[in-house]
């Protein structure tokens, strides 16, 4: 009876040992992504809720009377699918781009490089362990305007929902994985939030339709990718949109191919990771 000889041959350094998908790996670094933000999750979870309701009140308060309507429902109905969405992708940078800048200034970087993980491998743990945190903030605000009197959050159709809640956060968790490379310290972090994410999630139909915008600003929505976000989520849950809703889906699957060379190209190279 043959038996399979063992292969005992040493490899050179940098060829990988492990065949196919370290799963183990993964599971792990997913597990351990997860953890560290469920013990903030008073902050990491439910605050953002509140912060969400907050924003509803003020502007259902100073825009919603009237039996004002957009897009064939109330006001209310409106802003609460973009309040959702918003909430879910803004916190997925947040978790995204706080990962591997922790580990840089406090020098533990050497925990994520080490351990045999590919790169894709890498960049999976951390993107999924962002696109849960997004998911899980979601429901939270979700659930905080459904118990909200005079608000309507059911949804029409699960799929957009689904679908562009995942692509948005998506998205956001690569972008945030870049700005982590990038980053030094957590105040350049802070200063893509405040001047690059937090502008174009403002600025993308949450609170309005862009049909009721000149033209020219309407163009600047439409050149704004959290607008499609935004809208094919709102979408979801009342049925009308102020996009094309299939292409917005295909324009966001292709930013996210393009976002996911982009990482593993910055994380082979070891760009700001070696000294």
Request: proline share 5%.
């Amino acid at each position: 009876m043959n038996e399979k000889t063992p292969d005992w041959t040493i490899r050179p350094p940098g060829d990988p040992s492990l065949d196919g998908i370290n799963w183990a790996g993964l599971k792990t670094l997913y597990a351990k992504e997860v953890k560290r933000f469920f013990k903030v999750q008073m902050q990491a979870v439910w605050a953002p809720a509140v912060t969400a309701l907050l924003y509803f009140i003020i502007f259902t308060v100073a825009f919603g009377r009237g039996d004002r309507e957009i897009l064939g429902v109330s006001f209310a109905d409106f802003i609460g699918p973009g309040l959702v969405i918003m909430a879910m992708i803004q916190n997925s940078f947040a978790n995204a781009s706080f990962s591997l800048l922790v580990g840089k200034i406090q020098g533990t970087i050497v925990d994520y490089l080490m351990p045999p993980l590919s790169i894709g491998e890498l960049i999976a743990g951390l993107v999924a362990a962002s696109v849960t945190r997004a998911f899980l903030v979601g429901g939270a605000v979700w659930l905080v305007l459904w118990l909200w009197p005079d608000v309507d959050m059911t949804p029409a159709s699960i799929w957009p929902i689904l679908l562009f809640g995942f692509l948005g956060s998506l998205m956001l968790a690569f972008f945030g994985l870049m700005t982590s490379l990038w980053a030094e310290k957590f105040d350049h972090a802070a200063m893509v939030t405040n001047f690059v994410v937090a502008p174009l999630a403002l600025l993308s139909g949450t609170f309005y339709s862009v049909e009721a915008l000149p033209e020219t600003f309407q163009a600047a929505s439409y050149a704004n990718p959290f607008f499609y976000v935004i809208s094919g989520f709102r979408y979801g849950f009342i049925g009308a949109a102020d996009s094309n809703v299939m292409f917005g889906a295909g324009l966001l699957t292709g930013l996210n191919v393009l976002l996911f060379f982009g990482c593993f190209a910055l994380l082979k190279s070891g760009w700001k990771l070696r000294s």
